[in-house]
């Protein structure tokens, strides 16, 4: 059957050819703190350890900043087998990741009701 080109372990028929906790080795967790909005980059540094396919797909992704949930959608796992994918990039010194900034002025609360009311006019 062809091989997909969306990714090394999916087929076109048979979707995923591998089982999730396969690629992340059975583990369930990971090594580092990582949220769904937490930003990961490479850092052109070639990994110390051999990796997975996974790993390498993932590595690809993060040429910029790109949080965990965009790269757990592109890269079709559940989004713990994901972090678990880039812990031990981290680990291995391939990326890098910072928590996402908060915005620099809090939302104004006259603005939020001003939008409010605005909405609540349209209905």
Do not use: F
Not at 6 to 31: E, I, K, Q, W
């Amino acid at each position: 059957m062809p091989a997909s080109l969306d990714g090394p372990l999916l087929d076109d028929a048979a979707g995923r050819l591998v089982r999730p906790y396969t690629v992340s080795g059975g583990r369930t967790r990971p090594t580092a703190e990582l949220d769904l909005l937490t930003l990961v980059m490479a850092t052109g540094s070639a990994p110390r350890t051999q990796l997975g396919p996974e790993h390498a797909h993932a590595l690809t992704l993060c040429a910029g900043p790109t949080s965990v949930a965009e790269l757990s959608a592109h890269l079709r796992l559940p989004a713990v087998v994901t972090k678990v994918l880039l812990s031990d990039l981290l680990d291995c010194g391939a990326v890098t990741a910072r928590a996402p900034r908060p915005p620099d002025t809090p939302t104004d609360r006259s603005l939020l009701e001003a939008v409010l009311d605005g909405l609540r006019r349209r209905l």
